[in-house]
């Protein structure tokens, strides 16, 4: 077996993603020691029954001491304030990365309060399901995705190919880019979409009560995918929009301009510019099968948990 690629990691927050990262660093043997810490007790009791670390404490600055890579795995509006409460107690030297699904505001809120002795590289993992806390942790969560860094163009390389090695020993694919390009790219890619699912779901929950029970009845023609977007966790969506405003903003306007073409052409009878769209986002659907970030299997690629090789551990 290999030397494992950090002595300590330090987990604060042990949520979904925490909880994923811990058990696929655990499995592959990439960190010697994991240390768990969360705000909550009942939370951090939970992580403890679940086996998710080796060390389990109440406070941040705790978890974090001796620590060589820290991963901050909180809602991105809490992240300021986690960064405030560990720096001052982070080793010389030591990684500090975060899972946020917003850079921008994520690298303003946390950078005031880091050392200038340890490297600060955040990232994102492209991952993740409806659920929440650590009981939703999967070893395979970051199986052949996508982790996005955004380190500052003054970051050391070393560590920024020590952090992709992480990632990579986590089975995922890692590319590195600015925190602003980050943020328009998941602009449409992954925060719209969610609010289209908000949107949608929310409108058929208004609908007068006899059309709402047909909805939920027929829901497997289309409308049961945007429940499933719609039901991810309020507060992290919630902080998303917050925190990454214009560049949700500059894609809702180029939304809505597309939305308002598509209205036209059923109001005037013209096939022809709905088929032309509709053949495109076929294409794009199946290049991104082709190039494994999905599957063709029918069900739109859902996975079936109660099959062993594919539940969750
Ligand atoms: P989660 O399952 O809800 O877990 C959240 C964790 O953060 C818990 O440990 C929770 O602690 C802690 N927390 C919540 N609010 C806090 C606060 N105000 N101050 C300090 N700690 C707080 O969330 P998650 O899905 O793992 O998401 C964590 C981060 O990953 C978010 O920044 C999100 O943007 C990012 N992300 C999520 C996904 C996804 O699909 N879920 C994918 C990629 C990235 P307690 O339980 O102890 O209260």
Request: aromatic letters at 6%; glycine letters at 8%.
């Given at each position: 077996?290999?030397?494992?690629?950090f002595?300590k990691l330090a987990l604060v927050g042990i949520g979904h993603i925490g909880a994923s990262i811990a058990l696929a660093a655990r499995?592959?043997?990439?960190v010697?020691e994991i240390a768990i810490s969360t705000?909550?007790?009942?939370t951090l009791?939970?992580a403890?029954?679940?086996?998710l670390g080796d060390v389990y404490f109440?406070?941040a600055?705790?978890a974090v001491?001796?620590a060589?890579l820290v991963i901050v795995c909180v809602?991105?509006?809490?992240?300021?304030?986690v960064?405030?409460?560990i720096?001052?107690?982070?080793?010389?030297?030591?990684?500090v990365s975060d899972v946020?699904?917003?850079?921008?505001?994520?690298?303003?809120?946390?950078?005031?309060?880091?050392?200038?002795?340890?490297?600060?590289?955040?990232?994102?993992?492209?991952?993740?399901?409806?659920?929440?806390?650590p009981?939703?942790g999967?070893?395979?969560?970051?199986?052949?995705?996508?982790?996005?860094?955004?380190?500052?163009?003054?970051?050391?390389?070393?560590?920024?190919?020590?952090?992709?090695?992480?990632?990579?020993?986590?089975?995922?694919?890692?590319?590195?880019?600015?925190?602003?390009?980050?943020?328009?790219?998941?602009?449409?890619?992954?925060?719209?979409?969610?609010?289209?699912?908000?949107?949608?779901?929310?409108?058929?929950?208004?609908?007068?009560?006899?059309?709402?029970?047909?909805?939920?009845?027929?829901?497997?023609?289309?409308?049961?995918?945007?429940?499933?977007?719609?039901?991810?966790?309020?507060?992290?969506?919630?902080?998303?929009?917050?925190?990454?405003?214009?560049?949700?903003?500059?894609?809702?306007?180029?939304?809505?301009?597309?939305?308002?073409?598509?209205?036209?052409?059923?109001?005037?009878?013209?096939?022809?510019?709905?088929?032309?769209?509709?053949?495109?986002?076929?294409?794009?659907?199946?290049?991104?099968?082709?190039?494994?970030?999905?599957?063709?299997?029918?069900?739109?690629?859902?996975?079936?948990?109660?099959?062993?090789?594919?539940?969750?551990?």
């Amino acid at each position: 077996m290999t030397d494992p690629l950090f002595g300590k990691l330090a987990l604060v927050g042990i949520g979904h993603i925490g909880a994923s990262i811990a058990l696929a660093a655990r499995r592959g043997g990439v960190v010697g020691e994991i240390a768990i810490s969360t705000r909550s007790p009942a939370t951090l009791a939970r992580a403890e029954e679940l086996g998710l670390g080796d060390v389990y404490f109440a406070d941040a600055a705790d978890a974090v001491r001796g620590a060589d890579l820290v991963i901050v795995c909180v809602p991105v509006g809490a992240s300021g304030d986690v960064a405030k409460a560990i720096g001052p107690h982070l080793k010389a030297g030591a990684i500090v990365s975060d899972v946020g699904s917003v850079k921008v505001s994520v690298v303003k809120a946390m950078a005031p309060h880091l050392p200038s002795a340890v490297h600060f590289i955040p990232g994102h993992p492209l991952a993740g399901t409806e659920h929440s806390g650590p009981d939703a942790g999967l070893v395979d969560l970051f199986q052949n995705r996508w982790c996005v860094l955004t380190p500052a163009e003054t970051a050391d390389p070393a560590a920024v190919e020590k952090l992709m090695a992480f990632w990579r020993a986590l089975g995922a694919n890692v590319e590195a880019m600015s925190a602003e390009h980050h943020d328009l790219v998941l602009a449409i890619t992954s925060h719209l979409p969610h609010l289209i699912a908000y949107n949608i779901v929310g409108t058929a929950s208004d609908l007068e009560s006899g059309i709402r029970s047909e909805v939920l009845k027929f829901s497997a023609s289309g409308f049961r995918d945007f429940t499933r977007i719609a039901a991810s966790d309020p507060t992290m969506w919630r902080d998303v929009f917050l925190n990454n405003k214009e560049a949700v903003l500059e894609m809702l306007g180029r939304f809505n301009e597309d939305l308002a073409t598509l209205t036209r052409a059923i109001r005037n009878g013209d096939g022809d510019t709905l088929f032309d769209l509709f053949t495109r986002t076929r294409a794009i659907r199946r290049s991104i099968v082709a190039i494994g970030q999905d599957t063709s299997a029918p069900d739109f690629g859902r996975r079936d948990h109660t099959k062993p090789d594919q539940a969750k551990t």
